[in-house]
């Protein structure tokens, strides 16, 4: 049975979904966030199974250090990490400043880094554990107009799959998760490069409307700590279009094109 589950980016959304399933099959569970209101909440719902909740941000390897510390001073090491925490971005390579690439590259995938840095070894030396990493249906398509998100998720992905091969010999287990539209707070928290305001709104409209439940991801993420896949798509059309990417990729270009003019994203 897992015994104590770290998760990132857990004050909201599929982070804090997450959380609560995990501590729901038994486990323990340390969570972190920069919401510290969001975080205050959860640890209340939480309970006796909040192991431990600390404001940081992933990108900050300081931070990330002094919290995997302790994680540690808790257990010799995480059963499962869940790398969650991360940000929205729209807007294409004409549109994204350098500022904005700094900031998706420094959370979306620097947060990955820091949480497999800092988590991994710990895990070898027991010969268990399982790194979560969050990326996305967009880590294998590469929509357009979105390019620096598209780009963090794609090296999450890759990343996962890299690290997946090297830590197997270790006992060591890496999953990629790969959600599709689900209803969370990262469009409404997230950048709009170029934008007017009006393409945030309808983006808005789009996922409170049409996406899933983070608990649906969440769901996800407990069976793959179980079954320990490669790489899990999570909703429809995260399903089709790893099918289609893997198959046909001028096809998914199409779909994905088609999809973007209908919804105007």
Aim: charged letters at 20%.
């Amino acid at each position: 049975m897992t015994q104590l589950v770290v998760v990132t980016g857990a004050a909201g959304g599929i982070g804090r979904a997450t959380a609560l399933r995990f501590a729901r099959d038994g486990a323990k569970v340390a969570v972190c966030d920069v919401d510290q209101a969001g975080l205050d909440s959860l640890a209340r719902e939480l309970g006796d199974r909040c192991a431990l909740a600390q404001r940081v941000d992933v990108s900050d390897r300081a931070q990330m250090k002094a919290f995997a510390d302790a994680v540690h001073a808790i257990a010799p090491a995480a059963d499962v990490v869940v790398n969650n925490a991360g940000v929205g971005l729209s807007g294409g390579i004409l549109d994204t400043s350098l500022d904005d690439w700094d900031w998706v590259l420094r959370i979306n995938l620097g947060g990955v880094i820091h949480g497999s840095h800092f988590f991994a070894p710990a895990m070898v030396a027991q010969r268990r554990g399982h790194l979560i990493n969050v990326s996305s249906c967009l880590g294998y398509y590469p929509a357009p107009g979105v390019v620096g998100y598209v780009t963090s998720k794609f090296a999450v992905l890759g990343m996962s799959l890299s690290m997946r091969a090297e830590l197997a010999p270790h006992n060591v287990r890496v999953t990629a998760i790969c959600p599709g539209l689900i209803a969370t707070g990262i469009v409404e928290k997230g950048r709009f490069a170029g934008d007017t305001g009006a393409q945030k709104e309808s983006a808005v409209k789009i996922f409170r409307e049409r996406g899933r439940s983070p608990d649906q991801v969440a769901a996800a993420i407990v069976r793959a700590a179980k079954r320990g896949p490669a790489v899990r798509p999570v909703a429809p059309e995260a399903w089709a279009l790893w099918a289609l990417s893997r198959l046909a990729p001028g096809a998914a270009g199409d779909l994905g094109r088609r999809v973007r003019d209908r919804f105007a994203i």
